[in-house]
DNA sequence: CCATAATTTGCCGTTATGGAAATATTGCCA
DNA sequence: TGGCAATATTTCCATAACGGCAAATTATGG
């Protein structure tokens, strides 16, 4: 009776418990997104979105300490979602192909994933809202350094025994979300016209690359 | 009457107006820093930094619009001597000779710049409790974007016409002050041994060598 | 169906946040 | 120097967020 949004969760063993508190968390997230979206952020209270998924005001502190952390849970599961992707991918991959991969698997316009012009529309809607709102920004880089640690990890991984403990597997990790970020903003700065992966590739090159300062320029 | 805390600001050429501006702002933020240091983040109040600083209350929420805001202000001040620092180097240097040199800089512990061990100690201290402290790690976050587009600009200045409005310069600065961070984090949590310039470096050079996947580099 | 553990909820005091208008301070010029 | 306009600070206050606590409600495993 509390919640009736279904997700499409992948059902591994847990029970009634942990599914249920997993849909409670989703549908707040979702309905605090949606509802600032289209209200705007300042013009959405805790109660409205607590309200809109069918639970009390209290609850929804059990779940998120903010109204920001509720918005921008969605992004930090999607970064999960890119490290999950990475530990799937082929290990001869090369690595920073690998990352390339695993991030436009999750950053991509659902578009492409056969889903309507309508869901499209409110997919950009929404990215455009998390990258704008100053008061989402701070919580979509706390989801970041959040996600940091998975990515590491598998990062990790992928290099072998070598540079476990070693510098590597953190900066690497930072550099991929600052480089989600960075490629968000532009992206959304242009005028979201294009797609975003072109842009992705070439921001994960100049990383790849090692940032040449001078390539085949002449003068400076 | 309003503030009595010197600090060594280069009074360049703004009235007297700008000046006490800059030095309450600077007041409230030490303040800030200081008694969060000193009594854990939850224990003081807004009220409390005000009153250090001898401004009311609701003063200080003109300058700052969170507590959170006003401990990471000095973080974002260093960014930007970053970016300072690095439009002063020589246009020589190759670009991440002259990053980690200007980022060395702000990062060094003050013992090296002469400073009583007392002050070494509560700089040490400050360190810590900024990157401890999650309240605070968010908003040194924000710091890091807001200080992004100087950065950027610094960097794309190097460049020379070239790569204006290309991603690098932007993608530049988002590593830049990711790399920071992780290099913050990391010292920190190796229990603040040694100097940080060596991890500085160390991270930097995987940056600039474009995480070379396979490696002969054990060493640092 | 019960005992137990976990979750949800209502209640409520504390703190944060920011608008509006009254006061105080500063920069400037006659 | 005295007065005025521009800024900054302060007081007052309404609304919302935050989070502890204990009662009510709901799963889980016998």
Redesign the pocket.
């Given at each position: 009776?509390?919640v009736s949004q279904e997700v499409n969760a992948v059902e591994t063993d847990i029970?009634?418990?942990?599914?249920?508190?997993r849909e409670?968390r989703a549908a707040l997230s979702l309905a605090a997104l949606r509802l600032c979206v289209q209200r705007g952020w300042k013009n959405?209270?805790?109660?409205d979105i607590a309200a809109a998924a069918?639970?009390?005001?209290?609850?929804f502190?059990?779940?998120f300490?903010?109204?920001a952390e509720a918005v921008a849970a969605g992004h930090l599961e999607r970064l999960l979602r890119v490290a999950d992707e990475l530990r799937a991918r082929p290990a001869n991959e090369p690595l920073w192909t690998a990352i390339v991969n695993s991030v436009a698997a999750q950053f991509e316009s659902p578009v492409q994933k056969s889903e309507t012009l309508a869901d499209a529309k409110r997919w950009l809607e929404r990215i455009r809202f998390v990258v704008t709102e100053p008061a989402i920004r701070g919580e979509v880089l706390k989801a970041s350094v959040a996600a940091q640690g998975e990515l590491a990890e598998v990062i990790a991984e992928r290099l072998g025994a070598r540079g476990a403990q070693d510098l590597y597997p953190q900066v690497a990790a930072a550099v991929v979300t600052a480089v989600i970020g960075t490629v968000m903003d532009r992206w959304m700065s242009d005028g979201p016209s294009g797609p975003i992966l072109p842009l992705l590739r070439e921001a994960f090159e100049l990383v790849a690359a090692g940032f040449p300062e001078s390539q085949a320029k002449a003068g400076k």
């Amino acid at each position: 009776m509390r919640v009736s949004q279904e997700v499409n969760a992948v059902e591994t063993d847990i029970g009634l418990r942990e599914r249920k508190r997993r849909e409670t968390r989703a549908a707040l997230s979702l309905a605090a997104l949606r509802l600032c979206v289209q209200r705007g952020w300042k013009n959405v209270r805790v109660d409205d979105i607590a309200a809109a998924a069918n639970v009390s005001p209290r609850t929804f502190r059990n779940y998120f300490s903010t109204k920001a952390e509720a918005v921008a849970a969605g992004h930090l599961e999607r970064l999960l979602r890119v490290a999950d992707e990475l530990r799937a991918r082929p290990a001869n991959e090369p690595l920073w192909t690998a990352i390339v991969n695993s991030v436009a698997a999750q950053f991509e316009s659902p578009v492409q994933k056969s889903e309507t012009l309508a869901d499209a529309k409110r997919w950009l809607e929404r990215i455009r809202f998390v990258v704008t709102e100053p008061a989402i920004r701070g919580e979509v880089l706390k989801a970041s350094v959040a996600a940091q640690g998975e990515l590491a990890e598998v990062i990790a991984e992928r290099l072998g025994a070598r540079g476990a403990q070693d510098l590597y597997p953190q900066v690497a990790a930072a550099v991929v979300t600052a480089v989600i970020g960075t490629v968000m903003d532009r992206w959304m700065s242009d005028g979201p016209s294009g797609p975003i992966l072109p842009l992705l590739r070439e921001a994960f090159e100049l990383v790849a690359a090692g940032f040449p300062e001078s390539q085949a320029k002449a003068g400076k």
